[in-house]
């Protein structure tokens, strides 16, 4: 998918999310550490919260429920379809 931005509310960061590159390899280029395990969209441990935007789920973890709340998001996996997403981190 294309690029877009992620900006994180509580550090105040705005971090550039490239097309070939997962919004938690990102985050810890700018020096904001997510946890991650499986890197697949499937336990979950990366879930994080989102403040605006609207995800583009990739992951196996969250019900179709839950992604269509658009107010989490697996960074390991999922991307965005908005220009921009606003994480709560
Ligand atoms: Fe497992 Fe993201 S690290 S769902």
Do not use: M, W
């Not at 991650?36 to 605006?52: A, N, P, Q, R, Y």
């Amino acid at each position: 998918g294309d690029s877009f931005e992620v900006y994180c509310a509580q550090s105040d960061i705005t971090v550039e999310v490239g097309s070939d590159q997962s919004i938690a390899k990102a985050l810890k280029g700018a020096g904001i550490k997510i946890d991650v395990s499986c890197e697949e969209g499937v336990c979950g441990t990366c879930i994080t919260d989102v403040l605006e935007g609207e995800p583009d789920h990739r992951d196996h973890f969250l019900t179709d429920e839950e992604k269509e709340d658009n107010d989490q998001i697996a960074v390991c996996c999922s991307r965005a379809c908005s220009k921009r997403l606003v994480l709560d981190i």
